[in-house]
């Protein structure tokens, strides 16, 4: 079965949400709500859905051009539209009878072989369909979404009595196509990461109450210690919302078993209840635990106290050095029982909870690592912990030592054994854990393999059928000395008898550029010619990737910032995350490109066959996309803006990257041949004044300061070509001299030097 083309029915924030990843990758969709109330427009709703998408920040849609994908309508003058759709989605209200009549409806509109889901997080699958035909049962399913859909990568369904085939086909187009992790679960109670997610947080608010705990402490503790966001609980809870926590919790409890321990953690405060009443319910409201209090002309972040449910100054969270879950747990104080009590509990709640809510506990770990974004899911905590210390520790707390858990002592949840990663399983013997077809992850090779080269900033590893893969993993992957010496050996490696060339890792950012402490600090103690040679040699190093004798293909991920941006720009191909965001940001810190960028983007803007005649557009364009450290806000965005080039590949699922950047450079390498140097003529001083006179207006305009004026100025005269004529064929190192000198002038200016210390104070530009 091939899905091409979908519906939503519903087209609030979620449905609208999953509409709009629908319409990401490229399959037409319908969404459809119901009739508009004193309106001449029926299908206003829909359509205001679309629209508020197209304005908002974070965006639904990964390019506005995905939204011509979306046909609007309402329940009653569109519902035949359905009738053409593979998949229909309901998304409307959590209300058992108002979904029973949109089943009723869509079953005499809908194609005999489409998949009809629901998004519902609070109603089993077997309510649902009670009263529906036989067909309409081997045809429906739960398809639970995590909210934003484009940016959650979580989907879980639930089979219910749907025919294998449509369970594969609708979780292979979710895989590969809408880029979800696809978890299977079981008709149980709020699924898998809502069962262990809401008893997280309810087991934090309560216990933080019960110890009259701060709450920024509770949130230290709860967050990267354990690897969990930064937000912890509180500020989790502002961020999704504080009144949706007694409509889960009234859900919860209405269908979880009497003796549930989720049963035991009570109804919703009474503090919580007086927030939501007075229009504190979290960021979309007045504040919620955190506030931001404008009054008297200041702006102070506040913290709600537990106790006497008034507001006053955050203050630092007290963890000292207490940074590991480990640590954390083994404190003496409030800090220390509340992270027992709530993180003993829930992962006792967890592995009391297999095989009721999965078959096994990489399930259970895949959705709370993409629903909840933990970094490590409740048996690999476990782990971590280690599965004996954690059994003492539930029988020293006087609480029950799970089965599965007593299973794991003396051994562990997962282990490695013959270079494969196997999981414990409820039988008590291991299992390997299996990968999707096509998924091709780093961590696995690094499990049966060791580096070809590596140092401390990045490696180098053979992924099989000829193919390196180059992997940084500094602080954010920020490009150091080792990291530029890396580049340099992987070439001399692959070039000695290897295909091609991928670089790539599984960090949360492919690169956000070059160290800039270490530029600051050699700037500091006027190391300038060392400096430069770091310049001049960067340049080397990307040109020789850019001319190696094999493919490079460059895969990045999450953020590809400065020399990030200008390894993808000197590659011969990228095959890029969908969720890459792109640029060169180096005028933030009042530098330009140094490392090929200028050079790249322009050559790049100049052979584009889309722009108007002459070198003044692609010189303005370049110009103002390096000026304004523009940064694509995902794949298709840097296209637009060449970042990208319209043959790059865009893969939609994060773990399918490694494996496409590789087939990707395979099909280059059959018959490779590097590129030819190239050239580029530029009109000099009369493009660098055309440039300046437009800085200077909006200059005149408060929109850029004097010392932005500064750096355009030298930005503009590498753009332009420096003391050219339109009449010189320019070279790349002449670009590159260009590139250099400019460099090396702004980082002698003690305005650069501020910028880049208040980016590494504060990771906010300075505006000087």
């Known amino acids: 079965m091939t899905i091409r083309k979908a519906a939503v029915i519903g087209a609030g924030v979620m449905g609208s949400g999953i509409a709009a990843q629908i319409a990401n990758a490229g399959v037409p969709v319908v969404l459809l709500d119901i009739v508009a109330k004193d309106n001449p427009n029926r299908s206003a709703i829909a359509e205001g859905a679309v629209a508020r998408m197209l304005k908002a920040d974070p965006a639904p849609f990964m390019h506005p051009s995905a939204a011509k994908l979306v046909t609007t309508g309402n329940l009653e003058d569109d519902l035949g539209l359905l009738g053409e759709c593979d998949w229909i989605v309901e998304a409307v209200l959590e209300d058992l009878d108002v979904k029973r009549s949109l089943y009723e409806r869509l079953e005499s509109v809908r194609k005999a072989d489409a998949i009809v889901s629901s998004n519902t997080s609070t109603i089993p699958l077997k309510l649902l369909t009670e009263g529906r ?458 530098l330009v490109p140094g490392w090929g960028g200028c050079k790249e983007m322009i050559m790049r803007w100049m052979a584009n066959k889309k722009r108007p005649g002459g070198p003044m557009p692609a010189i303005s364009q370049t110009f103002e996309t390096i000026a304004m450290a523009k940064v694509a806000k995902s794949a298709m965005e840097a296209k637009d803006l060449l970042f990208l080039r319209a043959e790059d590949g865009i893969t939609m699922n994060r773990d399918r990257l490694l494996a496409d950047a590789k087939a990707k450079a395979l099909a280059l390498a059959a018959d490779y041949t590097p590129p030819q140097p190239a050239t580029v003529s530029l009109p000099g001083p009369t493009a660098r004044a055309a440039l300046g006179l437009a800085v200077g207006e909006l200059q005149r305009q408060g929109k850029a300061t004097q010392y932005d004026g500064t750096v355009a100025g030298a930005l503009a005269e590498v753009l332009s070509g420096g003391d050219t004529d339109i009449v010189d064929e320019l070279t790349e190192d002449q670009l590159l001299a260009l590139e250099r000198r400019a460099f090396m002038t702004l980082l002698r200016n003690s305005k650069t030097l501020a910028r880049m210390e208040h980016m590494l104070e504060t990771g906010k530009p300075l505006r000087n």
């Open 133 to 590: 035909t036989d067909a309409f049962r081997k045809h429906f399913v739960i398809t639970h979404f995590f909210n934003p859909p484009r940016y959650m990568r979580l989907l879980e369904i639930v089979p219910g009595e749907a025919e294998p085939e449509k369970v594969a086909a609708l979780s292979d187009f979710a895989d590969r196509r809408l880029g979800k992790g696809v978890v299977v679960t079981k008709d149980t109670p709020g699924f898998i990461a809502n069962r262990i997610g809401g008893y997280w947080i309810a087991a934090g608010l309560a216990h933080a109450i019960d110890l009259a705990l701060d709450i920024e402490d509770a949130d230290a503790a709860m967050g990267r210690p354990f690897g969990f966001p930064k937000t912890g609980i509180f500020g989790l809870l502002d961020l999704v919302g504080i009144d949706l926590m007694p409509h889960v919790g009234r859900s919860m409890r209405a269908t979880l078993p009497k003796n549930d321990a989720y049963q035991k953690l009570g109804g919703t405060p009474p503090l919580v209840e007086k927030m939501i009443a007075e229009g504190y319910t979290g960021r979309k409201g007045k504040g919620g635990f955190y506030r931001l209090d404008r009054s008297g002309g200041k702006r102070e972040k506040q913290a709600i106290d537990l106790v006497t449910g008034e507001y006053r100054p955050v203050r630092e969270a007290r963890l000292g050095d207490a940074k590991t879950a480990g640590a954390i747990l083994q404190r003496q104080d409030k800090i220390g029982e509340y992270a027992r009590r709530v993180m003993l509990s829930t992962l006792g709640y967890a592995a009391s909870l297999v095989p009721e809510i999965a078959d096994d506990v990489v399930a259970v770990d895949e959705a709370m690592r993409l629903g909840y974004n933990w970094k490590k899911g409740p048996f690999q905590l476990i782990d971590e912990i280690g599965p004996d210390a954690f059994a003492a520790a539930l029988e020293k707390q006087g609480m029950a030592v799970p089965k599965l858990v007593e299973s794991a002592r003396g051994r562990s949840f997962y282990r490695v054994a013959d270079g494969r990663l196997e999981h414990l399983t409820t039988s008590g013997a291991y299992a390997e854990v299996k990968r999707p077809d096509g998924v091709l992850l780093l961590e696995d090779v690094k499990r049966r393999s060791k580096p070809l080269a590596k140092n401390g900033s990045a490696s180098l590893w053979d992924i099989g059928d000829g193919v390196a893969c180059l992997e940084f993993h500094s602080k954010m992957n920020a490009l150091d000395t080792e990291s530029m010496a890396l580049i340099q050996k992987a070439i001399d490696i692959v070039k000695k008898g290897m295909k091609a060339l991928v670089v790539y890792n599984e960090g949360s950012n492919f690169s956000v550029g070059a160290n800039i402490g270490l530029a600051l600090y050699a700037a500091n103690i006027a190391a300038w010619p060392m400096i430069e040679e770091m310049v001049a040699s960067g340049q080397k190093i990307y040109k020789a990737l850019k001319y190696a004798p094999f493919p490079v293909v460059a895969a990045p991920s999450g953020m590809a910032l400065g020399g990030g941006c200008e390894i993808l720009l000197h590659s011969d191909a990228v095959q890029a995350h969908a969720e890459s965001y792109i640029g060169l940001v180096e005028t933030g810190v009042g």
